[in-house]
């Protein structure tokens, strides 16, 4: 289909008009966060202030919160990757009786928002002595990822080829070595990019640590960084600073997957 010059022209107007919109809040946080502490400094001379960084990490315990974290997002992409896998393989694949049923039960962990369970969960977490701790942040954030990673890994399988999985059961292989050993490998793009989704959300999960730890013993990066805000409402470029800390394991995560993520996502976008 040809497109015309006056189309083409259009489309990237509206592209570079939304690509402004995104990054220009990222760019003015960027920007404060090299900026100098005060108008005193400022005064003095320009430059690059990379001291806010190391000002930020101090002041504001990130180390603390960004270990906090890191443990949380690994203990809930290995729990709910692992189950979404077997799950979606169990609904993609097999065919038993009520996996309709079931899996409209998983579906309700997409379709509930978090505000309308916290309560609840909170009092039976306490009841089993596990608030405060990181089973009792990361338990809740690994059920919620299942939810949706079943629902993504079924889509995979569903669209996987019946004739490779045939030609494995004719040869002698179990349900187990056909996951493990064939769909697993073909499937990398689709499970790499249910990771960085996962570990996102994880990362950036406000509510559940807020209140699954009310003492603040297992306290992580975003909800340490609202707290170095309500602490710090006048020091601009520490804040700015300490959002660009929290943002940048996020950051670096999806340059590392960036490629196999737009594979999963264009391979989940074509397959039928």
Not at 53 to 61: C, E, L, N, Q, S
Not at 77 to 105: D, K, Q
Request: some cysteine; proline content about 4%.
């Amino acid at each position: 289909m040809k497109v015309s010059a006056l189309e083409r022209a259009t489309n990237y107007v509206v592209l570079i008009f939304f690509a402004l919109v995104v990054l220009g809040p990222i760019g003015v946080i960027v920007s404060l966060a090299f900026g100098p502490q005060s108008a005193s400094v400022a005064r003095e001379g320009g430059g690059i202030h990379w001291e806010n960084f190391a000002d930020a990490w101090v002041i504001g315990r990130f180390s603390e919160y960004m270990a906090s974290s890191v443990i949380v997002a690994v203990i809930v992409v290995v729990i709910a990757v692992t189950c979404s896998v077997l799950a979606g393989y169990a609904f993609g694949v097999m065919r038993f009786r009520g996996s309709g049923i079931l899996f409209a039960l998983f579906l309700l962990g997409i379709m509930v928002p978090t505000e309308a369970f916290i309560v609840p969960l909170y009092f039976d977490m306490r009841s089993v002595g596990l608030t405060n701790t990181v089973w009792g942040v990361a338990l809740p954030q690994a059920a919620m990822s299942i939810a949706f990673g079943t629902y993504w890994m079924r889509a995979y399988f569903r669209s996987s080829s019946l004739a490779i999985i045939e030609a494995a059961r004719l040869d002698g292989a179990g349900s187990f070595r056909i996951l493990c050993q064939i769909l697993v490998p073909m499937g990398r793009p689709a499970i790499l990019t249910l990771v960085l989704l996962t570990f996102m959300w994880t990362w950036n999960e406000f509510l559940i640590p807020l209140v699954m730890s009310p003492s603040g013993a297992v306290r992580t990066a975003p909800l340490g960084l609202a707290f170095f805000q309500g602490q710090y409402t006048q020091g601009t470029a520490l804040l700015a600073a300490g959002a660009v800390l929290v943002a940048l394991p996020v950051v670096v995560v999806y340059i590392f997957l960036q490629r196999h993520f737009i594979s999963g996502v264009i391979e989940g976008a074509v397959r039928e």
